[in-house]
């Protein structure tokens, strides 16, 4: 495989571009191309099933426009989707929830607490695999229906956004050491989050780049090219809006962006 091939990078919306930066900063020379399915988020209520389709539409897409790696940067679609892409898909798929299960079990915490969407909370999935590395943590889980949403439409719009956070970091037990963002817009409001809660808070972005690197290198297919690699944005609602939100996180411009329909 040509090592110029792009690396393919997808979410329900605007919150994978949290992960996006943390892959522009390791890895600055590779092609990439994100997907926001804008049109269709949020993923955190949907069926598993629903998921799946959408997921595996996106990844067609992406396959097809000369990916060389995915990364499914959704804690709810890499929880239904993660395992049947590794099956269907003949190049590497790299997901978020064992970046984030890495991130809380090395650094000897006796109790965390875990804020997701319903459908990452509900599954179990960090708490299974959290436990299998240490049985004696304590894991609080906290399923944020309203959060997802609210930080995808612009979180500085609604007037209640202080009222809901903390309604929901309520529910974090003061012994908790650290928090884990099992969900990727969270990043965007991880200020409002640290000053409401006295522990590390932890965004599984930085890992999840690292471990995209391994499978690179362990593939032999890393972009050995000097120059600056090529960033193109494809979301399936509201170009603009996205636009906006996405250059305000990155801290630069996006210049290739396009509305497509899968």
Same mark, same amino acid.
């Given at each position: 495989?040509?090592?110029?091939?792009?690396?393919?990078?997808?979410?329900?919306? +605007?919150?994978?571009?949290?992960? /996006? %930066? !943390? @892959?522009? $900063?390791?890895?600055?020379?590779?092609? *990439?191309?994100?997907?926001?399915?804008?049109?269709?988020?949020?993923?955190?209520?949907?069926?598993?099933?629903?998921?799946?389709?959408?997921?595996?539409?996106?990844?067609?897409?992406?396959?097809?426009?000369?990916?060389?790696?995915?990364?499914?940067?959704?804690?709810?679609?890499?929880?239904?989707?993660?395992?049947?892409?590794?099956?269907?898909?003949?190049?590497?798929?790299?997901?978020?929830?064992?970046?984030?299960?890495?991130?809380?079990?090395?650094?000897?915490?006796?109790?965390?607490?875990?804020?997701?969407?319903?459908?990452? +909370?509900?599954?179990?999935?960090? /708490? %299974? !695999? @959290?436990? $299998?590395?240490?049985?004696?943590?304590? *894991?609080?889980?906290?399923?944020?229906?309203?959060?997802?949403?609210?930080?995808?439409?612009?979180?500085?719009?609604?007037?209640?956004?202080?009222?809901?956070?903390?309604?929901?970091?309520?529910?974090?037990?003061?012994?908790?050491?650290?928090?884990?963002?099992?969900?990727?817009?969270?990043?965007?409001?991880?200020?409002?989050?640290?000053?409401?809660?006295?522990?590390?808070?932890?965004?599984?972005?930085?890992?999840?780049?690292?471990?995209?690197?391994?499978?690179?290198?362990?593939?032999?297919?890393?972009?050995?090219?000097?120059?600056?690699?090529?960033?193109?944005?494809?979301?399936?609602?509201? $170009?603009?809006?996205?636009?906006?939100?996405?250059?305000?996180?990155?801290?630069?411009?996006?210049?290739?962006?396009?509305?497509?329909?899968?």
């Amino acid at each position: 495989m040509d090592r110029r091939c792009n690396i393919g990078i997808f979410d329900s919306g +605007i919150g994978g571009v949290s992960v /996006l %930066k !943390k @892959i522009i $900063k390791l890895l600055p020379n590779e092609n *990439i191309m994100y997907f926001g399915d804008t049109k269709n988020v949020p993923y955190g209520g949907r069926t598993k099933e629903e998921i799946q389709n959408l997921s595996r539409r996106i990844v067609e897409f992406l396959i097809l426009n000369n990916c060389k790696a995915i990364v499914i940067a959704c804690n709810t679609a890499t929880i239904a989707t993660l395992e049947m892409l590794k099956t269907q898909c003949s190049i590497p798929v790299v997901g978020i929830i064992d970046a984030g299960v890495e991130a809380v079990s090395s650094n000897g915490y006796d109790e965390i607490s875990v804020l997701g969407t319903p459908f990452t +909370i509900e599954s179990g999935e960090h /708490l %299974k !695999k @959290i436990k $299998k590395k240490n049985k004696k943590m304590k *894991i609080n889980t906290v399923a944020c229906e309203e959060l997802c949403p609210m930080i995808e439409e612009g979180w500085e719009k609604f007037g209640k956004r202080y009222e809901v956070l903390g309604e929901y970091m309520s529910h974090i037990p003061k012994s908790s050491e650290a928090l884990l963002l099992a969900c990727t817009h969270y990043p965007f409001i991880i200020e409002d989050i640290q000053k409401r809660f006295e522990g590390k808070v932890i965004d599984p972005s930085e890992e999840c780049a690292r471990e995209l690197f391994r499978v690179l290198k362990k593939e032999d297919i890393l972009n050995n090219d000097k120059n600056k690699g090529r960033i193109e944005f494809y979301v399936t609602g509201d $170009k603009e809006s996205f636009k906006v939100k996405a250059e305000k996180f990155l801290g630069t411009e996006i210049k290739d962006i396009y509305k497509v329909n899968i």
